[in-house]
């Protein structure tokens, strides 16, 4: 059974950054999607980054230039650094991982449909 464990989550003043990271364990795919979703209360969940076996890489319009996904060469674990963090991206994070059924940039829009496993998450607090 795939496992995905989320850390580096935290509470940050406007501005600030973090460095969220997600370990998949039993992990399979020989082509696969992975990416990072939020869900704030109230709010649909969103698709943030997404990238995938091809090297594709997508980013939700809020958070171009500002966050990096990057997945580490050889390991299961992937990365999301924050920066220039606002109260709008407070949220709880989630990692997830699929089988690449879309291109990235399809994917970021379908809010996670296209994804088999997730991890808990991962709380992100931004103050004003």
């Known amino acids: 059974q795939v496992q995905l464990m989320e850390s580096g989550g935290g509470s940050v003043q406007t501005g600030g950054s973090l460095r969220l990271s997600c370990a998949a364990w039993r992990h399979t795919y020989r082509r696969w999607c992975m990416g990072w979703f939020r869900q704030a209360p109230g709010k649909e969940r969103e698709g943030v980054a997404i990238?995938?076996?091809?090297?594709?890489?997508s980013y939700v319009d809020s958070v171009k230039g500002r966050f990096t996904i990057s997945k580490e060469n050889g390991k299961n674990t992937l990365h999301l650094q924050m920066n220039s963090l606002k109260p709008e991206d407070t949220a709880v994070y989630y990692c997830a991982l699929g089988a690449p059924r879309m291109t990235a940039s399809q994917a970021i829009h379908e809010r996670g449909a296209t994804m088999d496993y997730w991890g808990k998450g991962t709380q992100v607090t931004v103050s004003s």
């Open positions: 990238i995938d076996s091809d090297g594709d890489i």
